[in-house]
């Protein structure tokens, strides 16, 4: 199994710490604010990783924080009126329902940063013991980089060029501009902890260091999050940890692309911002799920009008294609059907154990899909079809697809085009029997007029022997 690494910008043979476990660690959310679409991303990238490395039979231990305390909720907190733990509680137990919704597992461990204080205030103790560290007389804390003589082995970051995007702050007692803060004073009111250097709270590195070692040990096998957090975030936290341990700090580091949303950056200012529980109520998990991972997680994404509903359609139709083989069954041939379920697993894994290939396979998975549509309408088809469309259902588990009943999600999906149509199941079944009506007096015209009518607003009819049947035309 190969893994794309970022520290190496190559794809590496996955080798593990211990044989058949895996330590992971993924950076969580910051409780500021409701979940967008580019954590849903982040949170679904990292849930097929892990599911993926279950499948192929890893012990996986997977660790993700949710900062609680830090500059934006409190300014958050503070315009609303609240209190910042009270609020970050609040946006905690919401996107955990939304990503619970979103399909993706609850890690082996959550844990967030107030939990772990006592554990960062030892880590930034020995560090200032080992000279990695000052305390300024303002009770701030700095890593000393130039002490580390590593930083920079991920990001490659070449400190000459132009570092836009980070943030220059006016930091009192900090000695040198690439220094930055383990710990923070705290201002007067702000939440805080009692410290050998005055009241404070944590900077936002130390708290996933800690995390990842308290949990999961010095050296850990992957460590996850989203491209924009390579530098500074993970870059700091190489140097805060191997600094402390004198060891490396992970093998493996995995970076998901961005999200674009219709080709530009997702932000307040342009009010872009795709938010979780709306994309939720307009979508099944599935399609938002396709959609994010239909892209290598290592590129970017650009979300475009078209992105979520072309995959709708792509799961209606797949859906689709499950229903009929529920409701039918089939006598082909077990050798056969075995011969078939065998290469489509082997090409899973081949295909998945490529970095996490997800692209190329959807691509597959449409082959797959067809195959499935072709076999349903044959008379004799040699294949057990149900064996293969179970098959299909296990391997698409480790992406979150094709779990649910196919009816609940047709009738959905159905349901939502009818409302924006402005029709109602029993208009068309009028229509349809008034349709039955004109034919059966020979009024093609009139009953051409009816299905064209229903056309136009996407309604499709099929005749049978055994009547009508409706349809959406997605
Ligand atoms: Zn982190």
Request: glycine residues 6%.
């Amino acid at each position: 199994m190969k893994i794309y690494n970022t520290l190496s910008h190559q794809k590496e043979e996955f080798k593990t710490i211990e044989p058949g476990k895996v330590s992971m660690y993924a950076c969580g959310i910051t409780a500021s604010g409701d979940a967008h679409v580019g954590h849903a991303y982040q949170s679904v990238v990292f849930d097929m990783i892990s599911k993926y490395l279950k499948f192929r039979g890893y012990d996986v231990k997977y660790v993700r924080n949710y900062t609680d305390v830090d500059d934006k909720i409190i300014a958050k907190a503070a315009e609303l009126n609240k209190d910042p733990m009270e609020y970050a509680e609040y946006i905690m137990a919401k996107t955990d329902k939304e990503l619970a919704e979103l399909g993706s597992a609850k890690p082996t461990i959550q844990s967030r940063a107030t939990e772990s204080i006592p554990d960062m205030l030892q880590f930034i103790q020995t560090l200032i013991d080992k000279g990695f560290a000052y305390a300024t007389p303002e009770g701030n804390v700095y890593f000393k980089v130039s002490k580390f003589p590593g930083y920079g082995k991920l990001s490659r970051i070449n400190w000459n060029e132009n570092r836009d995007g980070v943030r220059k702050e006016v930091e009192p007692g900090k000695l040198d501009d690439k220094d930055f803060a383990l710990w923070k004073a705290a201002k007067p009111g702000e939440i805080s902890w009692d410290t050998p250097w005055g009241k404070g709270r944590p900077g936002w590195h130390i708290e996933c260091s800690t995390m990842a070692m308290k949990f999961l040990g010095k050296t850990i096998d992957i460590h996850g999050g989203g491209r924009d957090l390579a530098f500074p975030h993970h870059e700091n936290e190489i140097a805060q940890s191997e600094a402390l341990t004198g060891q490396e700090f992970s093998h493996y580091w995995m970076h998901n692309g961005l999200l674009k949303v219709n080709g530009q950056k997702m932000s307040k200012s342009l009010n872009n911002g795709i938010l979780l529980a709306d994309l939720l109520k307009e979508y099944k998990s599935d399609v938002i799920r396709f959609a994010l991972l239909r892209t290598l997680y290592r590129s970017d994404i650009n979300i475009t009008d078209d992105l979520f509903p072309e995959s709708e359609k792509h799961l209606y139709r797949f859906y689709q294609i499950f229903k009929k083989i529920h409701g039918k069954s089939f006598n082909g041939q077990e050798d056969v059907t075995q011969k078939y379920i065998d290469q489509i697993e082997q090409d899973f894994i081949q295909t998945m154990d490529d970095d996490f290939n997800t692209s190329e396979l959807f691509a597959k998975l449409f082959g797959w899909m067809d195959f499935l549509s072709q076999e349903l309408v044959k008379k004799n088809s040699p294949y057990i079809l149900t064996k293969i469309m179970e098959k299909l259902k296990t391997l698409c588990s480790v992406f979150g697809l094709l779990q649910r009943d196919p009816e609940e999600f047709l009738a959905f999906v159905r349901n939502k085009y009818l409302e924006k149509s402005g029709l109602t199941e029993k208009d068309i079944l009028l229509k349809i029997a008034e349709r039955a009506e004109y034919k059966k007096n020979k009024q093609f015209d009139l009953a051409d007029n009816i299905r064209n009518q229903l056309s136009e607003k996407h309604i499709t009819l099929q005749d049978s022997p055994n009547g009508t049947v409706w349809d959406i035309e997605l």
